[in-house]
């Protein structure tokens, strides 16, 4: 196996600003959402699909190929690792969530895919992988769920000391750069389905100070001619690019650079960069 065994990695909260109910409710957000995530999206499997044609390109536009070796380090249930591991890449994933590793571990068995699954704190990533990769990605929006700049440093590092020399790095957030003037406060209900297999996602953001939100998540679905609403809520930090990309390049990369969505078809900025 290239990690040691399957465990859970102590969290710890790293910086002034972060606190240790902060850190469980971000992993308790991602343990209840565990079972429903294939819900936020009109087709999940359609999903895995097209995000890993976005990110199989821009891999491979660096001049790394199936069947590399990918860490997806906050794999969450395995949109991502999954798609990649469909393409012929070697995928490991881990997540800081149990409950999400276990589903991922299920989607991948049922599918045939042989992806290496552990609980692993993005921060301690050392504590559970011995090897190196040839990419280490967190995509959609991972990494905000840490509350301070000490604790994405450590992210930072924990990530680019698992690449292999001239390794790739691959993140990406929301587009927090205009998030955080603009201040949404909620983003519009998506109703998908017809019938008895009728449901709508909303979310709304609670503002708790000029970068900090919690996210309200609410999943309604028709069942049994009635409705069935469930709510998830966690709190993110708006991180602007220009903080993230120097805090990689302090941590080893070398020219890191945003890629936007119209560049790579992938749905949020993405940073690119390769060990130095």
């Not at 001619?225 to 080893?252: K, P």
Request: net charge negative.
């Amino acid at each position: 196996m290239p990690f040691r065994a399957n465990q859970a990695v102590a969290r710890r909260v790293c910086g002034r600003h972060a606190s240790a109910m902060e850190e469980i409710e971000s992993a308790a957000f991602y343990d209840e959402l565990a079972a429903h995530y294939h819900l936020i999206y009109e087709d999940w499997e359609a999903a895995i699909t097209s995000q890993a044609k976005a990110l199989d390109a821009l891999i491979q536009d660096q001049g790394i190929q199936p069947p590399a070796d990918v860490l997806d380090c906050t794999c969450g249930v395995g949109t991502q690792a999954l798609g990649l591991a469909a393409l012929g890449y070697r995928v490991t994933g881990s997540d800081q969530s149990a409950p999400a590793v276990i589903r991922a571990r299920s989607e991948a068995g049922w599918r045939g895919l042989d992806i290496a699954l552990a609980v692993a704190d993005v921060r301690n990533l050392a504590d559970v992988f011995d090897n190196k990769f040839d990419v280490v990605l967190s995509v959609d929006n991972g990494l905000p769920h840490l509350a301070s700049d000490e604790a994405l440093m450590r992210a930072a590092r924990a990530m680019v000391g698992r690449l292999k020399p001239d390794g790739l790095i691959m993140v990406s957030i929301r587009d927090y750069d205009t998030l955080v003037y603009e201040r949404p406060v909620m983003e519009p209900p998506r109703f998908t389905g017809t019938g008895q297999h009728t449901r709508f996602v909303h979310q709304i953001w609670e503002w708790l100070d000029e970068r900090r939100y919690r996210m309200h998540l609410y999943l309604t679905e028709a069942r049994n001619g009635g409705w069935i609403n469930r709510h998830f809520a966690g709190e993110y930090r708006a991180v602007l690019r220009l903080e993230l990309g120097e805090m990689f390049q302090v941590a080893g990369i070398a020219h890191p650079r945003w890629l936007m969505p119209q560049d790579t078809g992938y749905h949020q900025p993405i940073l690119v960069g390769r060990r130095a």
